[in-house]
């Protein structure tokens, strides 16, 4: 069967730490980028063309000119490709989600000066179809050989990247520990030796890089004395209080540890008539409560931040930090940085 899209990706379930031979079965560690997922198609039909699909099944190839044309030059036709998007921003000197952001909502007629000013690039850690023939039932092992050799033969480089994978799990526990310094690289991806490719199922885990940070509690949710989730600021460089995130949902016994501190807004507050997203690029509005900002929450967060130092994802909040002050905490913009103590 020749594979076509909409083709549904695997999938990886959360875990906290990164598991050994003696929780998975000979298992192999691949670095985890902060991208766009797609997968790639070279069409063999006559005048082959180069596909890419998102996570959800949408064409997006009128999008990313850049890796279309290195594909049909550089890729044999019958190709199926699974990877990660990721755009370098040259300015910035390191890859942007932001830049990532804008080419994927670009229409096709910006799309070339968009691609000439944030270049696109395609990390490929599986492959589906070869030479017209489906590969889901082979094992990782023997797709991951084919990719190597693919990647040997046709000597591939920009804008081709293979995703870099290890077996040796101290290795993997390095790369968590210091590549994940690096912009675009958040976590590690953990697949069985064995396993084959299932379209659709959750059957990886994801291992994302944790750090301890702080952050201003400016607004909540619930109520003062019941409050649900925190609304996280930090000062900038004017000393203004900006919104960095939000925390997931409190435990019972975190929401009353505080409730006993918090206090209502004075008149003035640095976001009244603000309004907070439900989640990262949301249109959803939170029904925020302005509190006071003098408290200073521990969360950890991942990876996952924006050039202008915005937490993509919810932190999970840990405990307050009594013992410090809001000048304490980084700056906005400084990233999961943790306060002094």
Not at 101 to 124: C, D, F, H, N
Not at 146 to 162: D, G, I, Q, Y
Not at 264 to 272: F, K, V
Request: overall charge neutral; aromatic content about 6%; some cysteine.
């Amino acid at each position: 069967m020749v594979l076509l899209p909409p083709v549904e990706p695997m999938l990886a379930q959360a875990a906290e730490a990164v598991p050994g031979p003696g929780v998975l079965r000979d298992p192999a560690y691949e670095q985890k980028f902060d991208g766009h997922r797609a997968i790639l198609f070279t069409l063999a039909e006559p005048g082959g063309r180069v596909l890419l699909q998102t996570r959800r099944g949408s064409l997006v190839q009128d999008r990313f000119p850049d890796v279309v044309a290195a594909a049909a030059e550089q890729l044999p036709a019958g190709l199926v490709l699974d990877g990660e998007l990721l755009v370098w921003d040259p300015e910035a000197g390191q890859l942007s989600f932001e830049g990532l952001q804008r080419r994927s909502a670009a229409r096709s007629r910006s799309a070339a000066t968009l691609a000439a000013r944030l270049p696109a690039y395609y990390v490929v850690f599986d492959i589906l179809q070869q030479d017209g023939t489906e590969l889901l039932s082979l094992p990782y092992r023997e797709r991951r050989r084919r990719l190597e050799v693919l990647f040997a033969a046709r000597s591939l480089t920009a804008p081709w990247t293979l995703c870099p994978m290890t077996t040796d799990v101290a290795k993997a526990r390095e790369w968590l520990e210091n590549w994940t310094d690096v912009s675009g690289v958040e976590g590690l991806v953990v697949k069985a030796m064995g396993q084959r490719y299932v379209t659709g199922a959750r059957a990886w885990t994801k291992v994302r890089r944790r750090d301890t940070t702080e952050a201003v509690i400016g607004a909540v949710t619930g109520t003062l004395t019941r409050p649900q989730l925190l609304v996280l600021g930090r000062h900038d460089e004017a000393g203004r209080l900006r919104a960095v995130g939000r925390t997931v949902p409190l435990r019972p016994e975190q929401a009353r540890q505080v409730a006993e501190h918090l206090a209502p807004a004075d008149p003035g507050h640095p976001w009244m008539g603000v309004k907070f997203a439900a989640a990262w690029g949301s249109r959803d509005i939170l029904d925020a409560i302005l509190v006071r900002p003098d408290l200073v929450a521990e969360s950890s967060a991942d990876r996952a931040i924006d050039r202008g130092g915005v937490f993509r994802h919810p932190l999970r909040f840990s405990r307050l930090r009594l013992d410090v002050t809001v000048e304490d905490v980084p700056g906005f913009g400084a990233g999961p940085t943790a306060a002094a103590g």
